[in-house]
C-alpha cells in the first residue's frame, strides 16, 4: 500500500508541476496587454510602463513563473489587478459557492444514478431498462444550459417556489442559501446523473455475466443480495472513476452555470477575470482548480485501493 501511494503522489507531483508551467505559458501568449487595459487606450507609453513595472510584468518570464509558484505554495496567489485586493481573498469569498454546488450537484447526481444503473442492469432488455436509458439518453444530449434556463421559467418564473438568480448568502441564513443553490445544483446534476447511470448499468452488465454471481445465485442467494452485495462492490471501480471526474468537472466547469444564475463563484470570477485581462486571478484561479482536479483523481486511486485489494497487492 506504501508504494502504490508513492507512485500516485510522484505522479500527482509531476503532473501539477506540468500543468503550472502549460497555464503560465498559455496566459503569458495570449494577446494584449493588462497594463494598456487597465489605463485605457488614452494612457501615454510612460505611464503603462510604470503600471507594469508596479504590477511585475517586466520581469524576466522565468523569474515571475518561480515567484508565482512560490507565492503558490506558501497561499500568496498575488493581487488582483482589477479588485485591488489579494486573489486569496476573491477565492476564500467565491469558493464558499462554487464548492457546496459541486457538492450537492455530486450528491444529487449519485443518488439519482446509482439506483436507476441497478434497476436497468438487473431488468436488462425489458421495457423498464429502454425506458431508463432512454432517459438517460435524453439527458446526456440536453445542453445544461438549455436545462436551467427551464428549471428557472418553471420553478422561479411560473411557480415562484425559488429565487431566479442570485446568492444571499450563508449570514441569510442556510434555508435561503440552499434554496439558490437548488436549480442550479438540479441543471448541473441531471446531465452527470445520466452518463453515471449509464456507466453503472454497464459495469453491473459486465460483473453480472461472472462465473462467480452464478455461482453465488446457484447456491441460493436471493437476487437483490447478490446485486447489492457483490454485483455493485465489483463494478465501483469505473463509477468511482466517473465521479471523480465529475466532482471535478462541476467544481471547475460551473461557468456558464453560475453566469446563468447570477452566482458569485469561481466560474464567474475566472470568466470575469478573462474579459479583464486579469492575468493573476485566472493563473491562480486556474492553477487551484488544476490541483483541486489532481487531487480528487488522487483520492480516487485510494479508492481502488479499498475497493479492490488486488491493486494494492500489484504496487
Given at each position: 500500500m506504501i508504494t502504490y501511494l508513492a507512485k500516485r503522489l510522484g505522479i500527482a507531483a509531476v503532473t501539477l508541476v506540468l500543468a503550472s508551467l502549460v497555464v503560465f505559458a498559455v496566459l503569458e501568449i495570449v494577446p494584449g496587454d493588462p497594463a494598456r487595459l487597465m489605463l485605457g487606450m488614452n494612457a501615454s507609453?510612460?505611464?503603462v510602463e510604470q503600471l507594469r513595472d508596479q504590477m511585475g510584468l517586466n520581469a524576466p518570464l522565468i523569474e515571475r513563473y518561480l515567484h508565482w509558484v512560490g507565492g503558490l505554495l506558501s497561499l500568496d496567489f498575488g493581487?488582483?489587478?482589477?479588485?485591488?485586493?489579494?486573489?486569496?481573498?476573491?477565492?476564500?469569498?467565491?469558493?464558499?459557492v462554487s464548492l457546496p454546488l459541486a457538492l450537492i450537484a455530486l450528491a444529487l447526481s449519485t443518488a439519482i444514478a446509482i439506483p436507476v444503473g441497478l434497476y436497468?442492469?438487473?431488468?436488462?432488455?425489458?421495457?423498464?431498462?429502454?425506458?431508463a436509458m432512454g432517459a438517460a439518453q435524453l439527458g446526456v444530449a440536453i445542453p445544461n444550459?438549455?436545462?436551467?434556463?427551464?428549471?428557472?421559467?418553471?420553478?422561479?418564473?411560473w411557480l415562484r417556489w425559488v429565487p431566479a438568480g442570485g446568492?444571499?448568502?450563508?449570514?441569510?441564513?442556510v434555508w435561503p442559501a440552499l434554496k439558490s443553490l437548488l436549480l442550479p445544483a438540479i441543471a448541473l446534476a441531471l446531465p452527470q446523473a445520466a452518463i453515471l447511470a449509464r456507466v453503472t448499468r454497464s459495469a453491473l452488465i459486465e460483473v453480472l455475466n461472472e462465473d462467480y454471481i452464478r455461482t453465488a445465485r446457484a447456491k441460493g442467494m436471493p437476487y437483490r443480495a447478490v446485486l447489492w452485495r457483490h454485483a455493485l462492490r465489483n463494478a465501483?471501480?469505473?463509477?468511482?472513476?466517473?465521479?471523480?471526474?465529475?466532482f471535478a468537472f462541476l467544481l471547475a466547469g460551473t461557468i456558464i452555470i453560475e453566469n446563468v444564475f447570477y452566482l458569485p463563484g469561481l466560474g464567474r470570477l475566472v470568466f470575469q477575470a478573462i474579459t479583464q485581462r486579469d492575468l493573476i486571478v485566472v493563473e491562480s484561479v486556474v492553477m487551484l482548480l488544476v490541483a483541486t482536479v489532481i487531487a480528487v483523481n488522487?483520492?480516487?486511486d485510494l479508492t481502488y485501493a479499498i475497493v479492490d485489494?488486488?491493486?494494492?497487492?500489484?504496487s
Open positions: 507609453d510612460a505611464q493581487r488582483s489587478y482589477t479588485y485591488s485586493v489579494p486573489v486569496i481573498d476573491l477565492v476564500l469569498e467565491r469558493i464558499v436497468s442492469a438487473s431488468r436488462r432488455g425489458a421495457a423498464g431498462d429502454a425506458v444550459f438549455w436545462f436551467a434556463l427551464m428549471l428557472v421559467y418553471l420553478f422561479a418564473v446568492f444571499p448568502g450563508w449570514g441569510a441564513g465501483l471501480i469505473p463509477v468511482v472513476t466517473i465521479m471523480g471526474l465529475q488522487l483520492v480516487v485489494p488486488r491493486l494494492r497487492s500489484r
